[in-house]
Structure formats: C-alpha cells, structure tokens
C-alpha cells in the first residue's frame, strides 16, 4: 500500500489522545459483552455473572520509555508488568493474568533475556499474576515490550474515570514528582559520562528517588484497604503521565471542575530538595513529572472518615462545577488553571 503524498497530516498535529480519538471514533462496538471500550485505563468486559472482565495494554519502546544505559533489565521486566497492573487497580479491579510480547534484535543475548524475564517473575510473585501468553518476535535495532494484563472486578465496584459528582474530595496516594527527578538524575550522569567516561556516576544519595523510576510499585496495598475499609471511590485514574494530565482525565470525563490545594499535593521531602537542586519548582514535578503510578480518586464526602484515617492517602482537593475551570490554589494563596502536560509520545 502507498501513502498518498499529496495530503500528509502530521501525527503531532493531532498528538496521542488526539490521534486515538481520530482513528477510533468510527468503531462502534458490536457485543453486547462490550460493556466499556476506549477511555479509561482498562477496558470492561461483561460476560454475565457478578465479576467483571478488565483488559489493559501497554507498549515500552528502547529510546522512548526506557535507556538500557541506566535500566538494568531485570528492572525493565519488573516495570513492564507493574505499569499494567497499575491500569487494572485504578478501575478498583484485581489483576489475575499477562501476556508479555517482545520484539529483539540480536544485540540481546539469551542472558540478557533470562534476566528480563527475571523481572516479570518477580513481578507475578509479588502481585499474585499468572504469565499465560504473549510473543516473541525481530526487531531491527531497539528491545519493545508490549504487556497485556486482565484483571477482575466486582461488578458494583468497578470505578471508571467518568463519575465524579461536584463536592466529592480528590484523593492521592503515596507521593508524587519522585520518579520525574529520578530520570533527570539518570539523564544527568549519563550525559557525565558520555563526555568523561572516566567518572564515576554519583547517585549516592539519590536511590530512593531513581528506585521510583526504575522500580515502580503499583498501589495493590491500596486498593486491598479501600476493599476491607468497603470504600468505593466514586472515579479514579493511576498517575501515570502526571497529576496535571490525570485530574483533566477525570474532570472532562466526568464534566466538572477541580479545585486542588497545592499544599494537598503529597511531595517527598527527598523529592523537594532534589527539584530545588534542579533548580525547578516541586508541584511542577507532581504536576507535569509522570510515572508516578500512584492512584487519583475522588470520594463522596460522607466517606471523609474513612479515607481521613486511611494510611498513605492523601486529600488534595475538591471536585467544582466545571465553570469553575480546574485550579491550583498555592501554598502562598494564588489561583492559577492547570494546565495539562503529558507526555507527549511523538516529541521524545
Ligand atoms: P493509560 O495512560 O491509562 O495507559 P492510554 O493513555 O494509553 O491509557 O490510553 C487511553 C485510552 O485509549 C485507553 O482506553 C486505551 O485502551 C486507548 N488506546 C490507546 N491506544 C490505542 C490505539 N492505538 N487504538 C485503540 N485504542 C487505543
Ligand atoms: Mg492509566
């Protein structure tokens, strides 16, 4: 087949969510079984019964996610399944299956595959998953990993990203911006060491924060409190391409405002001295930093009790009308509108 040359649209134009939405809008689902395709962070299959399917799929491409010059590969295995298992939580579900595809070039050896898969191990002990499936193919230069994990959810606690009420509290777990200052660590050192090779990478006292880059956990613990605590967020999303892309996920979803304290925002003190060192501010790399993969969920109020007490847990903010726009109010009392910053994939 031949592109026709005459009218060349560049993918930026539309960038990710743009080009998705362009490509997919004609697709109407045919089953019944299809109880929710495209839009959130797992798709839902109904098969009947209380349990509910969840399916989610995610691509990591050497260059783009991932520089094997400072990723052991161990921790790339890891990290693949992790970042999968992190979309099945965030609809409220458990993860039960994988299937792991991978594409390589004959730079790779059999050891270096071993240790790859060393990583997917771990990662189905820790997170009780079962490897069923995948693929195994060429490639003409760089490692691809594609993860496809399936997951169960309980039918009346399947949480989407589009039913956020107006008066419901933001939530976020854990901490943010940490993995964010992690890469620019790592991308520091290496461009250290791709000018004196003599010099030894210092990141001493850095390892929590390259640790949340290259070793993210998703948030089961989490969601196994919510369960035996039986709260049920009313939306939720992972943070995976920052705080800021997350809340306008759940905002134009659900069509409604947010109105977030900066002060709410959960930042490791690590994670602030590191930004100040980098000389960027700390929300920013809450905000705009990603791979994160923490959990933004928003509650009804009369839940304030059991999410207050909740380890780990953090309240950010409150859901508005969306007249209102989607705000930061700042620890020195200003009101400034988010912006949404991705990742944008076509501009590595
Ligand atoms: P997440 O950040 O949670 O992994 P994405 O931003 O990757 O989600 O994807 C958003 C939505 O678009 C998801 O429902 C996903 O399944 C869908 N999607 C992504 N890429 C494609 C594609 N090439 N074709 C069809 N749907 C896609
Ligand atoms: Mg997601």
Redesign the pocket.
């Known amino acids: 087949m031949q592109e026709d040359t005459s009218k060349r649209t560049d993918v930026n134009e539309l960038g ?2 743009g ?2 939405e362009h ?2 809008k004609d697709f109407k689902s045919k089953n019944a079984s299809t109880a929710y ?7 839902v299959i109904d098969n009947g019964g209380d349990k509910l399917s969840l399916v ?3 691509m990591l491409v050497e260059g783009i996610h991932f520089d094997l010059m400072y990723t052991p590969i161990k921790h790339l295995g890891y990290k693949s399944v992790v ?1 999968n298992l992190s ?1 099945i939580y ?1 609809m409220n579900g458990i993860p039960k299956q994988i299937t792991v595809s991978i594409a390589i070039s004959n730079r790779f050896s059999v050891e270096a595959m071993e240790e790859l898969y060393a990583g997917i191990k771990l990662a189905c002990e820790r997170y009780d998953v079962d490897l069923i499936g995948g693929d195994m193919t060429s490639s003409p230069k760089g490692l691809i990993i594609s993860v496809t994990a399936i997951g169960e959810g309980e039918r009346d606690r399947v949480v989407y990203r589009n039913t956020a009420k107006v008066g419901d509290l933001f939530c976020i777990t854990g901490n943010l911006g940490a993995a964010y200052l992690g890469l620019q660590i790592l991308e520091r050192e290496r461009k250290i060491f791709l000018e004196h090779p003599d010099i030894q990478p210092d990141l001493g006292k850095e390892t929590y924060l390259i640790e949340r880059l290259l070793k993210p956990e998703a948030r089961k613990d989490l969601i196994e409190v919510m369960r035996k605590s039986d709260l049920v967020p009313t939306s939720m ?2 943070i ?2 920052g705080l800021a892309s997350e809340i306008f996920h759940i905002c134009t979803q659900s069509g409604v405002g947010a109105f977030i304290e900066e002060s709410g925002v959960p930042i490791k003190q690590e994670t602030e001295v590191q930004a100040i060192d980098f000389k960027i501010d700390p929300i920013t790399c809450a905000l705009s930093g990603g791979e994160d993969y923490e959990l933004l969920f928003t509650v009804n109020p009369k839940d304030l009790d059991k999410v207050k007490y909740m380890p780990d847990i953090y309240i950010a903010g409150e859901v508005v009308d969306e007249s209102e726009g989607i705000i930061l109010n700042t620890k020195g009392g200003n009101r400034h509108p988010i912006k949404a910053q ?1 990742w944008n994939h076509f501009k590595p």
């Open positions: 990710e969510f080009l998705i490509l997919t395709g495209i839009g959130d962070d797992a798709a989610t799929t995610d970042v979309d965030a999303i992972d995976s391409d991705g």
